[in-house]
């Protein structure tokens, strides 16, 4: 009988993180950057005053801005009451469903937090945990506009 091979000792198990990278995974997060840009587009085209700060593109939100309350709660307001769905999908020209106003939003402030993971800004530590915790409560939102 031949003598055994030495095994391999096997391989330092990877960190796990949140970042996939499956082509649903990647689709569905263009797709949320997309849905952003077309909300930030709409800010420069109504002359909102935020549009200068905010700028026109999600990778060019500064993080000062990024992690504020008021760009959280003006994007949630606008998947809720602006935001249409395009010709060619499912559902086209109406408003998204409220599972899908929370995927949409918990998916940036996702990207969020992992772009700004190592940040040391103290609001940037405090608010994006915040909004994900309450990222659940979009479709009470969504059903307690529906009745006023």
């Known amino acids: 009988m031949a003598p ?6 096997p391989a330092a198990p990877k960190e796990m993180t ?24 709409y800010l420069a085209d109504v002359g909102a005053e935020e549009s200068a700060l905010w700028r026109l593109t999600w990778e060019g ?3 000062a801005e990024l992690c504020t309350q008021k ?9 809720l009451e602006t935001y249409t769905i395009e010709p060619g999908h499912k559902n086209a020209g109406n408003l998204m469903d409220s599972g899908s106003v929370v995927s949409v939003w918990g998916g940036l402030i ?3 937090k992992q772009i700004y993971q190592r940040s040391t800004e103290v609001k ?19 059903a307690r506009l529906a009745d006023v």
């Open 124 to 142: 940037t530590q405090v608010l994006l945990p915040f909004c994900a915790h309450i990222c659940p409560a979009m479709p009470l939102l969504r």
């Open 110 to 112: 996702q990207q969020a």
């Open 18 to 41: 949140a970042q996939g990278s499956s082509s649903d995974w990647v689709k569905g997060q263009a797709n949320q950057k997309r849905i952003v840009t077309k909300f930030l587009k």
């Open 71 to 79: 760009f959280w709660g003006m994007f949630g307001q606008y998947l």
């Open 4 to 9: 055994k091979s030495p095994r391999k000792p």
């Open 61 to 63: 939100v500064p993080e």
